[in-house]
């Protein structure tokens, strides 16, 4: 890439995405194959609770915290980065636009910037929170039959999720990111950054129960981060209204069947029908 074209927004946006995204894949991957050779390394559980209540001293209880902050960073850019790439590149082109008319613009970067703040920020809380859960519950043994029973009912939970109002709304602000009120940031790297945090905070609401879903059922593995990843980038870059109920619908059903395994149909047969 020459130096014109790193001038240039799109070259720009388009080497800022595949850099970050695949950086923060090859994090994911390195981590995963410390944990473990072939299949096992990739269905691993990363980004599991830092393990606070065992550490020795309050440093070493920091140095896992700091740990499991930085694999959820990875894991937020890995996953929700991508999601971003028609809002960032289309920032881009617009940008590009402006400059053929000789106006003022801001850099994609910016917008980049503001986005993936948000999503640090989640995933600084989201690893603190899981720890603090961890260390809270460590006393308390779950038996394996109800703790399927609650994962199958979080599934359906987030199922549900994907047919309520605001779910749809989210989108369809992540998938029209450009109003009239969205115009000072193409001019301001402040207006950028402000923009892609509004951007974030939206994805924030649209995707919160997907990745919800992940830590609570224990999925935090290469193969479902991989696959929500695509399912959630799916919804925001596509107008198919049907495809958030779909998913929706999908989920129920696995809830509702990982309920009912744990629980037996003779039983539930027993309670309806005594």
Not at 48 to 67: K, N, Q, T, V
Not at 142 to 154: F, S, Y
Not at 192 to 201: D, I, M, N, T, Y
Not at 239 to 246: E, T
Request: charged share 10%; hydrophobic share 60%; net charge positive.
């Amino acid at each position: 890439m020459t130096a014109r074209s790193l001038a240039n927004p799109i070259p720009v946006a388009v080497a800022a995405l595949v850099a970050l995204t695949a950086l923060g894949w090859a994090t994911l991957f390195a981590d995963a194959m410390s944990r473990g050779s072939g299949m096992q390394a990739f269905m691993e559980a990363l980004c599991a609770p830092a393990d606070i209540m065992g550490a020795r001293s309050a440093s070493e209880a920091l140095s896992r915290l700091a740990a499991s902050i930085g694999m959820w960073m990875a894991m937020s850019v890995a996953m929700m980065l991508p999601t971003a790439s028609l809002l960032i590149v289309g920032f881009a082109d617009r940008l590009e636009e402006r400059a053929a008319r000789g106006l003022r613009r801001a850099t994609p970067l910016a917008l980049g910037a503001g986005y993936l703040a948000v999503w640090i920020g989640v995933a600084i809380m989201a690893a603190i929170a899981q720890a603090g859960a961890s260390a809270a519950f460590s006393a308390i043994e779950i038996p394996p039959r109800e703790t399927t029973i609650i994962a199958g009912v979080v599934i359906g939970a987030a199922g549900f999720y994907q047919f309520s109002g605001f779910k749809h709304a989210c989108l369809l602000l992540l998938r029209n990111p450009f109003t009239a009120k969205t115009e000072e940031a193409f001019s301001s790297n402040a207006a950028a950054f402000r923009l892609g945090a509004s951007q974030g905070a939206t994805c924030v609401g649209c995707c919160w129960a997907m990745m919800g879903l992940l830590v609570v059922v224990g999925a935090m593995n290469l193969v479902w981060m991989a696959i929500f990843a695509i399912v959630m980038a799916t919804e925001k870059m596509t107008d198919l209204a049907a495809f958030p109920k779909l998913v929706g619908a999908a989920m129920i059903g696995a809830g509702a069947a990982l309920s009912v395994s744990a629980v037996g149909l003779d039983a539930i047969r027993s309670a309806i029908f005594g």
